[in-house]
């Protein structure tokens, strides 16, 4: 019979199998799906945006793929059940496809923000509108984030080179935002992800 160990040892040599075609070691693999969970649920329910990683493109062709793919059906059913702020434009009944994102962390980083710019710049006004009157001032959401970008550091600093990507991908969009001075694009991007 079996101990638990060798269960353990035959599903870490399954995974190895599988997934060694792929050129990623199975802790690359893990630190990928961290990752990818972390920033899928840090972001805002209400603004749905969909992204993929992409592992090594097949083609150059593959990559630059934007066009939405026709099985993309995704949609929120509550979307007649949110408030909408003044000023801001009515919810898309689908969330947004971004294509296909691929190279380093800030590479896949900057592609999202250049495709979803004017999303994470709604975001980072949602977010800071109720987020100041809470912490008081700029400077104390500051001084939280600097602790975070650390946490980050320490967990998954590859996290950190996706934010910055997402930072300089969406500088246009969130230099045009309402508070385009209170932080730098950078901590707007690591409160959207840290709140």
Request: hydrophobic share 35%.
């Amino acid at each position: 019979m079996a101990d638990c160990s060798d269960a353990a040892k035959d599903s870490k040599d399954s995974f190895d199998q599988r997934y060694a075609t792929s050129g990623m070691s199975r802790r690359a693999w893990f630190k990928l799906a961290a990752s990818v969970g972390a920033m899928a649920l840090s972001g805002d329910p209400i603004e749905s945006v969909a992204w993929s990683v992409a592992l090594p493109a097949k083609s150059a062709t593959d990559a630059a793929k934007y066009s939405t793919p026709s099985e993309w059906t995704g949609h929120n059913r509550k979307l007649g059940e949110y408030s909408l702020a003044q000023g801001y434009p009515a919810y898309e009944p689908h969330p947004r496809y971004l294509g296909e994102l691929d190279g380093s962390w800030y590479q896949i980083g900057r592609q999202y923000g250049e495709r979803a710019g004017d999303l994470i710049r709604m975001v980072y006004e949602g977010w800071y509108r109720e987020l100041l009157p809470v912490q008081g001032s700029s400077e104390v959401i500051t001084t939280y984030l600097t602790q975070q970008e650390r946490y980050y550091e320490f967990l998954v600093p590859e996290a950190l080179e996706m934010m910055h990507g997402i930072a300089d991908g969406a500088a246009t969009e969130l230099s045009a935002s309402a508070f385009p001075r209170e932080l730098n694009h950078f901590d707007k991007i690591l409160m959207i992800n840290s709140y």
